[in-house]
């Protein structure tokens, strides 16, 4: 024990360290409340979990503001296809904080079925949908202003849901309850156009989507702008993403011909030494546009 003891020391006198150093709670209490800009971490919250469906992995995370006052707060549903929540450090964990401080109700949506049958896909998004319209009274929620979020092709579904509304309605939705999207980081929009991009892309979405183009129509958000579709659009993608960055670029401009209101901002990819590349951490950093987007959808003061 005590040539332990001795060995320590020595540690940390090569350290250049106190032996006491990381055990002084002064220290360790400035550390822990050190601004969040700095910490680089949200947070954290415990979501409630619902089941909105039969299959196991179909539950609901739903994340509420602590000090909620009793006005129904409007919605905010993230399509993931990883996790049940918003995951650990991440921006879609700073996502989650931004919204609920601003009295904004996140709503996790989980996808994990093993086929990849679209329609499929989007009949569970959209029930989700239904369960947080058919208990908003008990949850604290206003269903009838709903913002959809997605990343990566979960943006694509979010917008084949806010263009098609076949889907929504056939769940008992209201189309008009769909206030806006916003697609981080979101490609497949124009699904005839990615298939023209090379065999390997075409081969990928002719096998999910099928060859006919009465097959994989109704899920390209490109082919259904006559119809009625969401409001309000932003495009948030990374500079280091090419192809998602043509997709929203691509797409935002098939919005902005057909009449629809719609923004595309490019952030930069995430950096250790520079806190603002980090998306929403910092309130006038990488992701500013984001809350004053959904802010408006929702009808909030800015």
Known sequence: MRKICFLGCLVFLSLGIPAHAQFDPLSQLEHNNRGTAIRLTAPIASPEKFDYGRRSWQKVSL?????????????????????????????????????????????????????????????????AIAYLREHEEELGLDADRIVLAGVRREAHFAAVLATNPQFLETAGVPFSSLRGVLSLDGLGFDIEARMAQGDFTRSYYRRHFGRDPEDYLPYSPAAHL???????????????????????????????????????????????????????VEEEGSGREVMPFIRSALGLAP
């Open 63 to 127: 994340f509420v503001a602590e000090d909620r006052d009793p006005t129904p707060q409007p919605v905010a549903v993230l399509f993931s296809s990883i996790s049940g929540r918003a995951g650990s450090y991440s921006m879609l964990e700073w996502l989650r904080y931004r919204l609920t401080e601003a009295g904004i109700a996140l709503a996790v949506v989980p996808y994990r079925g093993l086929r990849e049958r679209p329609g499929e896909r989007l009949e569970s998004y959209a029930s």
């Open 226 to 280: 006559d119809a009625p579709v969401a409001p309000q659009f932003l495009f948030f993608a990374n500079e280091e993403n090419e192809d998602e960055t043509r997709d929203s670029q691509g797409f935002f401009d098939l919005l902005q011909t057909a009449g629809t209101e719609a923004q595309f901002v490019i952030y930069p990819m995430p950096r250790g030494d520079l806190v603002e590349t980090y998306p929403f």
